[in-house]
């Protein structure tokens, strides 16, 4: 398949990451690529569900993987996982001698080795520059579930209509489940026979870059977990910061330690983000230097230095978003990286991700959340536009029309990064608004 050809398919599936921002993965495709990496890390904690379709779709992922390596003409697949990560390496290695061209490539057991940035390095030795993208260093980086999404479309011409989603934290029977896109949270909680304590919060993703949710919110494209926690837990708290408390703490408490910076996983890797130092010039109301808040840009969004490292509860992540949101705001242009070289104390400053979860008081939810099939029927289904990076889809029915599971029910919007979306129940449609298609069965 030529790469003007796959482009169109990914782009009429409606394929996206399947995790974080969700760009569309259409646009990924380059033919400067020589590499192509699949993101097996699972990176936040408590997470199951990428080892776990890779070690039951082995072969589907891999055909995907394929044809993207032919399509842009890359030299070789990396599949980079855990080595703890057993059945999955397993079921990748029976397949190896299949598929020319493909490796397997280990990531350390740490946090966090699913940022691209981080697995690129880790697998190929190549640095990606500080406000640059994969492609510049001959490379593109898919998850897991995005290859499955992408198989399904290629050989199958399925487009997106489910999500896997790990269930787990204080709920009766932690698992990962397939469910259909638009349900309710609540609908994907009662999936694991429902929390186990009379008020709870969720976390929608991982407990370090998870928001909190609330259970009328839907499932897209992007939704990887749902952790369910007191609402006094650490990890709860952490996400209920006020900016302004954290700005007067970091005024009055931040004591220049430097761990929020020795422990930052792209300063590390030589980027320009220093958290430290714009805690300092925060707490000193220092603004005659602008290179500590200009390259706030740059941050990865990882949340080490807030959950993990400052070991006085202030808040670096929360400010440096403030500041990047200000300086948005205001135009103010990313400067130019100035990229230092790789930390050559880096291998002994990776936190493991074992460490991570005592730290954040996640051990008694550790469990396995096996993948169990759930046959369940859903009445309705409410579909948002926007589950991507980019302009949203745009409708394509209206309210009465009969859908069948599968149809598309928005097109990509037309020379904008967009995808389009399927309906993912059989029914009516019964609402069409410039944000969401609600069919009901």
């Given at each position: 398949?030529?790469?003007?050809?796959?482009?169109?398919?990914?782009?009429?599936?409606?394929?996206?990451?399947?995790?974080?921002?969700?760009?569309?993965?259409?646009?990924?495709?380059?033919?400067?690529?020589?590499?192509?990496?699949?993101?097996?890390?699972?990176?936040?904690?408590?997470?199951?569900?990428?080892?776990?379709?890779?070690?039951?779709?082995?072969?589907?992922?891999?055909?995907?993987l394929n044809e993207v390596k032919e399509a842009v003409g890359a030299e070789k697949v990396i599949i980079a996982v855990k080595p703890s990560y057993k059945k999955a390496v397993e079921a990748v290695k029976s397949l190896l001698p299949d598929f020319a061209g493909m490796e397997?490539?280990?990531?350390?057991?740490?946090?966090?080795?699913?940022?691209?940035?981080v697995t690129i390095y880790e697998t190929t030795g190549r640095v990606v520059e500080a406000g640059k993208i994969p492609i510049t260093v001959g490379v593109i980086v898919y998850n897991v579930e995005t290859m499955f999404n992408a198989y399904n479309i290629i050989k199958n011409?399925?487009?997106?209509?489910?999500?896997y989603i790990t269930v787990t934290g204080a709920v009766k029977h932690p698992v990962t489940v397939k469910v259909p896109l638009g349900i309710t949270y609540d609908e994907v909680i009662a999936l694991a026979g429902g929390a186990t304590i009379d008020e709870y919060e969720i976390?929608?993703?991982?407990?370090?870059?998870?928001?909190?949710?609330?259970?009328?919110?839907?499932?897209?494209?992007?939704?990887?977990?749902?952790?369910?926690?007191?609402?006094?837990?650490?990890?709860?708290?952490?996400?209920?910061?006020?900016?302004?408390?954290?700005?007067?703490?970091?005024?009055?408490?931040?004591?220049?330690?430097?761990?929020?910076?020795?422990?930052?996983?792209?300063?590390?890797?030589?980027?320009?983000?220093?958290?430290?130092?714009?805690?300092?010039?925060?707490?000193?109301?220092?603004?005659?230097?602008?290179?500590?808040?200009?390259?706030?840009?740059?941050?990865?969004?990882?949340?080490?230095?807030?959950?993990?490292?400052?070991?006085?509860?202030?808040?670096?992540?929360?400010?440096?978003?403030?500041?990047?949101?200000?300086?948005?705001?205001?135009?103010?242009?990313?400067?130019?990286?100035?990229?230092?070289?790789?930390?050559?104390?880096?291998?002994?400053?990776?936190?493991?991700?074992?460490?991570?979860?005592?730290?954040?008081?996640?051990?008694?939810?550790?469990?396995?959340?096996?993948?169990?099939?759930?046959?369940?029927?859903?009445?309705?289904?409410?579909?948002?536009?926007?589950?991507?990076?980019?302009?949203?889809?745009?409708?394509?029915?209206?309210?009465?029309?009969?859908?069948?599971?599968?149809?598309?029910?928005?097109?990509?919007?037309?020379?904008?990064?967009?995808?389009?979306?399927?309906?993912?129940?059989?029914?009516?449609?019964?609402?069409?608004?410039?944000?969401?298609?609600?069919?009901?069965?």
């Amino acid at each position: 398949m030529k790469i003007t050809e796959l482009s169109e398919v990914l782009k009429n599936g409606g394929v996206v990451g399947a995790g974080g921002a969700g760009f569309p993965s259409y646009a990924k495709l380059n033919e400067k690529a020589d590499t192509i990496i699949l993101n097996c890390a699972e990176c936040e904690p408590l997470l199951q569900l990428h080892k776990q379709m890779l070690s039951m779709y082995a072969y589907e992922i891999m055909t995907a993987l394929n044809e993207v390596k032919e399509a842009v003409g890359a030299e070789k697949v990396i599949i980079a996982v855990k080595p703890s990560y057993k059945k999955a390496v397993e079921a990748v290695k029976s397949l190896l001698p299949d598929f020319a061209g493909m490796e397997i490539g280990f990531l350390p057991e740490a946090y966090p080795s699913g940022d691209e940035v981080v697995t690129i390095y880790e697998t190929t030795g190549r640095v990606v520059e500080a406000g640059k993208i994969p492609i510049t260093v001959g490379v593109i980086v898919y998850n897991v579930e995005t290859m499955f999404n992408a198989y399904n479309i290629i050989k199958n011409n399925k487009g997106v209509t489910e999500k896997y989603i790990t269930v787990t934290g204080a709920v009766k029977h932690p698992v990962t489940v397939k469910v259909p896109l638009g349900i309710t949270y609540d609908e994907v909680i009662a999936l694991a026979g429902g929390a186990t304590i009379d008020e709870y919060e969720i976390i929608a993703g991982g407990p370090m870059t998870g928001p909190i949710a609330k259970g009328y919110d839907v499932v897209t494209k992007t939704s990887n977990a749902l952790i369910i926690l007191p609402p006094e837990h650490y990890v709860v708290k952490r996400k209920e910061v006020n900016i302004n408390v954290s700005m007067k703490r970091a005024m009055s408490a931040c004591c220049q330690c430097r761990y929020c910076t020795d422990l930052c996983p792209r300063n590390l890797l030589g980027h320009p983000i220093d958290p430290a130092k714009l805690m300092r010039a925060v707490s000193t109301n220092c603004t005659t230097d602008p290179a500590p808040f200009l390259n706030a840009n740059f941050c990865c969004g990882c949340s080490l230095c807030e959950m993990f490292s400052c070991f006085q509860g202030l808040s670096p992540k929360a400010i440096i978003g403030s500041v990047r949101g200000e300086l948005a705001k205001n135009g103010v242009p990313r400067p130019e990286a100035k990229m230092k070289e790789v930390n050559p104390s880096r291998s002994g400053r990776l936190i493991s991700v074992e460490r991570l979860i005592s730290r954040l008081g996640l051990e008694e939810y550790k469990a396995a959340a096996p993948y169990e099939e759930k046959a369940v029927a859903f009445n309705k289904v409410k579909l948002m536009l926007s589950q991507n990076i980019g302009a949203p889809s745009t409708p394509c029915v209206a309210v009465g029309d009969k859908v069948t599971m599968g149809d598309k029910i928005a097109d990509s919007s037309p020379d904008k990064l967009s995808v389009a979306l399927h309906a993912s129940i059989s029914g009516e449609v019964t609402e069409v608004t410039d944000r969401y298609i609600i069919i009901k069965a």
